[in-house]
């Protein structure tokens, strides 16, 4: 099946710095690609949707200034949590849709994730 | 607010024991339902899929679900579970209506017995 990659897939930083985590679709390309967030023993929490050339779609309770998301190209998504806090800390989860499943209206193209990236802010 | 809920949070199965773990959501109208399992250490991984068609969806590993919508359920099902299923399954839904999101349930830790 196709295959998502994210990088890095532990990090641990300071209180008060960003860090970025990268989201590729190695074998497809991904105009849409989903972040999630999961607390441990929790189910994911969808962040946001990255469109690729345009801004990102955040859900509700989701600081946008704080959890920045690029999709610059059609592999490619990044988020950037800004001035980390352990609060931040966490396992952030990316997905992507392989649009070869077909289109219509649900896009019944399968949905592929990532590793994961965990985070520690200390 | 569109929900998808899991019943059983823990559950504990002798090997070679039935399996069946409750899914239901709640949404009018039309739905994508997936089974995704996660084993220890691991990405999640489809279980299996329903789009339409026959209700009934077999997937891999011997993994089997009911799309019922009458209920508003869809329920995961093995007739005979091996050590190796232990793992945490989550339920999730795409909903119509052009929010084409993956909303997941809450999981259900599976763990199995020799």
């Known amino acids: 099946g196709a295959v998502v990659s994210q990088h890095p897939s532990w990090v641990i930083c300071k209180s008060g710095t960003s860090v970025k985590i990268e989201c590729r679709s190695l074998d497809f390309q991904a105009t849409t690609m989903f972040w999630y967030r999961q607390f441990p023993k929790q189910s994911l929490m969808l962040m946001a949707t990255?469109?690729?050339?345009?801004?990102?779609?955040?859900e509700q309770g989701v600081e946008k200034d704080k959890f920045l998301i690029n999709h610059a190209s059609l592999t490619l998504s990044t988020l950037t949590v800004t001035s980390a806090h352990p609060e931040d800390s966490s396992f952030y989860i990316c997905s992507a849709r392989d649009g070869r499943g077909g289109a219509g209206p649900l896009r019944t193209g399968e949905l592929f994730f990532g590793e994961g990236s965990r985070l520690t802010v200390l | 607010a569109q929900s998808v809920s899991q019943h059983n949070h823990h559950v504990i199965l002798s090997e070679a024991a039935s399996l069946e773990l409750g899914c239901n959501y709640s949404?009018?109208?039309?739905?994508?339902l997936f089974w995704y399992v996660q084993y220890p250490g691991q990405h999640l991984q489809l279980l299996l899929k329903?789009?339409?068609?026959?209700?009934l969806v077999k997937g891999i590993k011997g993994f089997e679900a009911e799309f019922i919508k009458s209920k508003f359920s869809f329920n995961l099902r093995k007739p005979s579970v091996q050590w190796s299923d232990t793992a945490e399954y989550f339920c999730?839904?795409?909903?119509?209506?052009?929010?084409?999101?993956?909303?997941f349930g809450a999981g259900t830790r599976l763990a199995v017995h020799p």
């Open positions: 990255s469109n690729e050339g345009s801004k990102a779609t955040y």
């Open positions: 999730a839904v795409i909903l119509s209506g052009g929010y084409n999101k993956l909303i």
């Open positions: 949404y009018g109208g039309t739905v994508n």
């Open positions: 329903y789009f339409s068609g026959d209700p």
